[in-house]
């Protein structure tokens, strides 16, 4: 049971990562930027989520079954940087997964490709398979949204080539 709820969430954090398009086409040229980006997707965004906690009965330990914290920043001149982290935990099965990357961002009026230049991906898994994957090179792509959260705060919603939304990602103070 807890081998299937560990494959579960590994599978939500592998399709929430912020990959997109799973890295299958080239970034163009050498990654120099491709054009601007709109002044409303310019700055930093940070997504954050905590799922419900699970407790050891022997020891009364509780930790979150999975959380994840992503960040995508974006230059006027067409720059990104994108750092993500997430863990699941299972007891006695935990799994954390990082990226980092950075390149340029090519932004169509709902469209976006992230052209990695300089990109990894770490994958520690005490139940499974750990991995570290080079994703130099590599295009995610995404169709973009921002809209207004009830109180007013912009969010930025983005949805993968599979057809995953991530987000709502909110402007980092």
Same mark, same amino acid.
């Given at each position: 049971?807890?081998?299937?709820?560990?494959?579960?969430?590994?599978?939500?954090?592998?399709?929430?990562?912020?990959?997109?398009?799973?890295?299958?086409?080239?970034?163009?040229?050498?990654?120099?930027?491709?054009?601007?980006?709109?002044?409303?997707?310019?700055?930093?965004?940070?997504?954050? /989520?905590?799922?419900?906690?699970?407790?050891?009965?022997?020891?009364?330990?509780?930790?979150?079954?999975?959380? /994840?914290?992503?960040?995508?920043?974006?230059?006027?001149?067409?720059?990104?940087? /994108?750092?993500?982290?997430?863990?699941?935990?299972?007891?006695?099965?935990?799994?954390?997964?990082?990226?980092?990357?950075?390149?340029?961002?090519?932004?169509?009026?709902?469209?976006?490709?992230?052209?990695?230049?300089?990109?990894?991906?770490?994958?520690?898994?005490?139940?499974?398979?750990?991995?570290?994957?080079?994703?130099?090179?590599?295009?995610?792509?995404?169709?973009?949204?921002?809209?207004?959260?009830?109180?007013?705060?912009?969010?930025?919603?983005?949805?993968?080539?599979?057809?995953?939304?991530?987000?709502?990602?909110?402007?980092?103070?």
């Amino acid at each position: 049971m807890h081998r299937v709820q560990l494959l579960s969430v590994s599978l939500l954090l592998a399709l929430t990562i912020g990959c997109g398009s799973g890295g299958d086409a080239a970034a163009p040229g050498d990654g120099a930027p491709t054009g601007r980006v709109p002044d409303e997707l310019v700055g930093s965004w940070r997504f954050e /989520q905590i799922l419900d906690q699970t407790c050891d009965p022997n020891t009364g330990l509780c930790v979150p079954t999975s959380a /994840q914290v992503e960040t995508l920043s974006f230059t006027e001149e067409g720059r990104f940087e /994108q750092l993500f982290y997430a863990e699941s935990n299972f007891p006695p099965c935990s799994q954390v997964i990082q990226h980092e990357s950075e390149g340029s961002a090519e932004v169509g009026e709902s469209t976006l490709a992230l052209h990695i230049t300089e990109g990894l991906t770490r994958v520690d898994d005490n139940c499974g398979e750990s991995s570290v994957t080079d994703e130099d090179g590599e295009t995610d792509t995404y169709t973009w949204e921002i809209t207004a959260s009830q109180s007013g705060i912009p969010q930025l919603f983005l949805t993968n080539d599979r057809g995953t939304t991530l987000g709502p990602f909110e402007p980092e103070s």
